[in-house]
T-cell receptor, first 111, second 117 residues
Framework: AQRVTQPEKLLSVFKGAPVELKCNYS??????LFWYVQYSRQRLQLLLR??SRESIKGFTADLNKGETSFHLKKPFAQEEDSAMYYC?????????????FGKGTLLTVNP | GAVVSQHPSWVICKSGTSVKIECRSL??????MFWYRQFPKQSLMLMAT?????????EQGVEKDKFLINHASLTLSTLTVTSAHPEDSSFYIC?????????????FGPGTRLTVL
């Protein structure tokens, strides 16, 4: 069975501070990991995925297979980063495989 | 970019009635669509996976006779909540997976808020 754990329900930081949203996963095979973001009153959208190794809006995430983690990081948080962040996992093999979401972390960046 | 729409965006109905929610991929063909349910301030819970031209695959605990899914074409899937009750009130979200596997992602609709009185 696949499981995604986001231990922090709420995270509050000040503008300009570093931010790290934690994500741990459990899956017996080779997973693909994603971070999705949901801004207030907007639809869920893909932020980044581990296979792309990209940085989006200053966010990065590294897959650590040893620790089964995929933490999302940003060195200097901005107020517009305030949103709900979901970590998600799916088996390798294509987008038709279902995603398993964590419970989400609500990030608030204070001025 | 790929866009997924849902209709209606919100609906209020009386207990015992049925409600149909549409999910459309506007500028791409979707081989697979997913239906999720989201409770306030909680995560998305996958209800079912819908493949064009075949029966939907429901997750454990989801009543297939209550939540009827029809994926009639490569751009349209519908979710019908039959004999709705107040406990069915929730936010229903669909996502679509493009036929073009090179895009390799799911695109989410804006959601439909259902309130059952």
């Amino acid at each position: 069975a696949q499981r995604v754990t986001q231990p922090e329900k709420l995270l509050s930081v000040f503008k300009g501070a570093p931010v790290e949203l934690k994500c741990n996963y459990s899956y017996s095979g080779s997973p693909e990991l994603f971070w999705y973001v949901q801004y207030s009153r907007q639809r869920l959208q893909l932020l980044l995925r581990h296979i792309s190794r990209e940085s989006i809006k200053g966010f990065t995430a590294d897959l650590n297979k040893g620790e089964t983690s995929f933490h999302l990081k940003k060195p200097f948080a901005q107020e517009e980063d305030s949103a709900m962040y979901y970590c998600a996992l799916r088996p390798s093999g294509g987008s038709n495989y279902k995603l398993t979401f964590g419970k989400g972390t609500l990030l608030t960046v204070n001025p | 970019g790929a866009v997924v729409s849902q209709h209606p965006s919100w609906v209020i109905c009386k207990s015992g009635t049925s409600v149909k929610i549409e999910c459309r991929s506007l500028d791409f063909q979707a081989t697979t669509m997913f239906w999720y349910r989201q409770f306030p301030k909680q995560s998305l819970m996958l209800m079912a996976t819908s493949n064009e031209g075949s029966k939907a695959t429901y997750e454990q605990g989801v009543e297939k006779d209550k939540f009827l899914i029809n994926h009639a074409s490569l751009t349209l899937s519908t979710l019908t909540v039959t004999s709705a009750h107040p406990e069915d009130s929730s936010f229903y979200i669909c996502s679509a997976s493009p036929r073009d596997i090179s895009t390799d992602t799911q695109y989410f609709g804006p959601g439909t808020r259902l309130t059952v009185l």
